[in-house]
């Protein structure tokens, strides 16, 4: 049986935050070399990630035999595209890290068979043996990856529309609404809760209510990351502005 834990971390701020995320993110490499690794995009883990590139400069850190998952993407944008998330992970941590482009399963939104594609990546997680890691944030309505509320914790890896919140909240990311695609792919919950950790990320004050759901709130579809309640070893590293001290 797997031991459930969810360790709730707050730091001061958003410095600490990264440092201390890239110190779990390094343990379990280091650990763990050939670790299975879902990576985020959004604004919070990029702290981390250039901790990380940081100490992979000063030869610290080893992730040359380490696999990354892309962990969501909008529908129908090819890698080229300013506001493909493949660019954003490459842009924000692959390159920065060096990461061999064989050693990265992408999520393809341009996908010809888009059900083929979200098959073929789940197949790949069951190939690798499992996740070791999946770092996450936390989306303004409660979404991991793009697994919008209400939401089904069986679910696999696939297309689905955006919300409303999330295309809203994306919309920042890209100058706009209308430049935020409405349809999305999303390794699904059943990938992410049956991972072996998760570091959950959070930041910001406007997280405050949202991830006082996640962590004490019942576990229910209407808050998706509610279920990492009952996965395993899940870490919630929160600065004191989005826990609310
Ligand atoms: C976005 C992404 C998620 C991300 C979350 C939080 O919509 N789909 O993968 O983790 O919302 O983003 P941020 O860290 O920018 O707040």
């Known amino acids: 049986m797997r031991e459930r834990i969810v360790q709730l971390t707050i730091v001061d701020d958003y410095e600490a935050l990264s440092r201390a995320?890239?110190?779990?993110?390094?343990?379990l490499i280091e650990a763990r070399p050939d670790a299975s690794i879902i990576l985020a995009t959004g604004e919070t883990p990029l702290g981390l990630y250039r901790e990380l590139?940081?100490?992979?400069?000063?030869?610290?850190?080893?992730?040359?035999?380490?696999?990354?998952?892309q962990l969501d993407a909008y529908m129908g944008l090819g890698p080229d595209d300013r506001r493909s998330l493949y660019g954003w992970m490459k842009r924000s941590v692959l390159?920065?890290?060096?990461?061999?482009?064989?050693?990265?399963?992408?999520?393809p939104g341009d996908?010809?068979?888009?059900?083929?594609?979200c098959r073929a990546y789940d197949a790949a997680v069951?190939?690798?043996?499992?996740?070791?890691?999946?770092?996450?944030?936390l989306g303004p309505n409660g979404h991991l990856g793009f697994n919008e509320p209400p939401a089904d914790p069986a679910s696999p890896t696939r297309a689905l529309d955006l919300t409303?919140?999330?295309?809203?909240?994306?919309?920042?990311?890209w100058g706009g609404r209308d430049e935020v695609p409405r349809r999305a792919l999303t390794a699904g919950l059943s990938v992410l809760l049956a991972a072996r950790g998760t570091l959950l990320?959070?930041?910001?004050?406007?997280?405050?209510?949202?991830?006082?759901?996640?962590?004490?709130?019942?576990?229910?579809?209407?808050?998706?990351?509610?279920?990492?309640?009952?996965a395993a070893n899940v870490t919630v590293l929160a600065d004191k502005a989005a826990w609310g001290e």
């Not at 995320?21 to 343990?27: C, I, Y």
């Open 21 to 27: 995320g890239a110190d779990l993110m390094a343990d």
């Open 53 to 69: 590139a940081e100490r992979r400069r000063r030869g610290e850190l080893d992730v040359s035999r380490a696999r990354f998952f």
């Open 95 to 107: 390159d920065p890290l060096d990461v061999p482009e064989a050693n990265v399963v992408r999520l």
């Open 111 to 117: 996908a010809p068979d888009i059900q083929a594609a």
């Open 126 to 137: 069951r190939a690798a043996g499992g996740i070791d890691l999946a770092v996450l944030g």
């Open 164 to 173: 409303e919140e999330s295309i809203v909240s994306n919309a920042r990311y």
């Open 201 to 230: 990320v959070v930041s910001g004050a406007h997280k405050n209510a949202i991830l006082r759901r996640t962590v004490e709130g019942p576990i229910i579809p209407d808050v998706p990351a509610s279920y990492l309640q009952g």
